[in-house]
């Protein structure tokens, strides 16, 4: 698939699935997040990292970012939630979204420090909500923080949108040479919250949002296991945007048509294409012994009952690409 697209990326944060991914990576499945309490942050990452007394602008943006609204006393707090989505395994895994969150808690500081400091850049500030004057001592008013000041948790999460077994790192230690074994002891680590389809059981898919579990069922079979899946009765009626990403990410080279409820039936889509490949078999062998192609055509239609149309169009195509794409 390449890089990821804009339509892949709209699809997957869906305040729906946003939730659905971030409920199986921590509660398993129950349904704790909910998509009403999510509320959508600016993806852009910014902040600025004072180096040798310059001042650097830092953006990264995030494929999605919610905030994620608690109850708590009667009062709102939040946790603020990320998701990336690859496409391809991501060899740098833990140091992208080590730099995420981290940005993410150094601009949480900045907005505070510009709170207390105001535009007169003094230690003396008006605490909210009541408007009292407070002071704030030295270290508080160098550190931008009052003590006791508290931020919000960051967790980012990511997606791993392929067929393949993950084969790139899950922590950052896997990433560093330590020379030493002893110095491990005084690097922070950083673990990376991964979601990989050929990872999923059998009763996972059930956890996720219907459409989600679906897409990932997909990806977890791969090309030559989905056949016998969507065997299953149960697949007579998916729906279309996801018939069509599922379609796409694993190549399944299946013809997607999209009824008018939004629906695709992919048992039909399944047994076409496996019509349509036993088809192309017979032409590729008629081809081979034929003495030319009203002989091809005269066998494939008699031997799979399709019109002579659909072989000349598959005939076609071998003739001009050296594929039977297109049939």
Excluded at 80 to 109: C, F, R, T, W
Excluded at 133 to 144: D, V
Excluded at 299 to 313: R, S
């Amino acid at each position: 698939m390449g890089k990821m697209d804009a339509k892949t990326k709209e699809y997957m944060k869906k305040p729906e699935r946003f939730a659905s991914m971030f409920n199986f990576l921590i509660y398993d499945g129950k349904q704790v997040i909910k998509p009403e309490n999510l509320k959508p942050v600016d993806t852009t990452e910014v902040t600025i990292i004072d180096s040798n007394g310059v001042e650097v602008p830092v953006q990264k943006f995030r494929d999605a970012f919610d905030a994620w609204e608690i109850l708590e006393d009667e009062r709102a707090v939040y946790v603020l939630l990320g998701e990336e989505y690859q496409s391809e395994i991501h060899y740098a895994g833990p140091v992208k979204d080590m730099v995420y969150d981290g940005i993410n808690y150094a601009d949480q500081i900045k907005q505070i420090t510009r709170k207390y400091r105001g535009k007169n850049d003094n230690a003396e500030i008006a605490f909210e909500p009541d408007g009292v004057k407070i002071k704030l001592t030295h270290a508080e008013f160098l550190s931008g923080l009052k003590k006791g000041d508290k931020l919000k948790p960051v967790i980012t999460l990511m997606v791993y949108l392929g067929t393949q077994e993950w084969d790139g790192p899950r922590h950052l230690h896997e990433m560093l040479y330590f020379p030493d074994e002893r110095l491990k002891a005084f690097v922070p680590d950083y673990k990376l919250n991964l979601i990989v389809p050929k990872e999923l059981k059998n009763g996972d898919f059930a956890k996720f949002e219907p459409d989600l579990g679906f897409l990932l069922k997909v990806l977890n079979h791969g090309e030559k296991g989905v056949v016998e899946m969507l065997a299953d009765p149960q697949y007579r009626s998916v729906d279309g945007e996801t018939a069509v990403l599922a379609n796409d990410i694993a190549k399944l080279g299946f013809k997607i048509v999209i009824d008018e409820g939004g629906k695709t039936d992919m048992c039909k889509a399944m047994e076409e294409y496996t019509k349509k490949t036993k088809v192309i078999e017979s032409v590729e062998t008629a081809m081979a012994f034929a003495k030319d192609d009203k002989e091809v055509i005269k066998f494939v239609t008699g031997k799979h009952a399709v019109p002579p149309e659909y072989v000349i169009n598959i005939m076609k195509n071998i003739a001009e690409t050296g594929t039977s794409a297109g049939a």
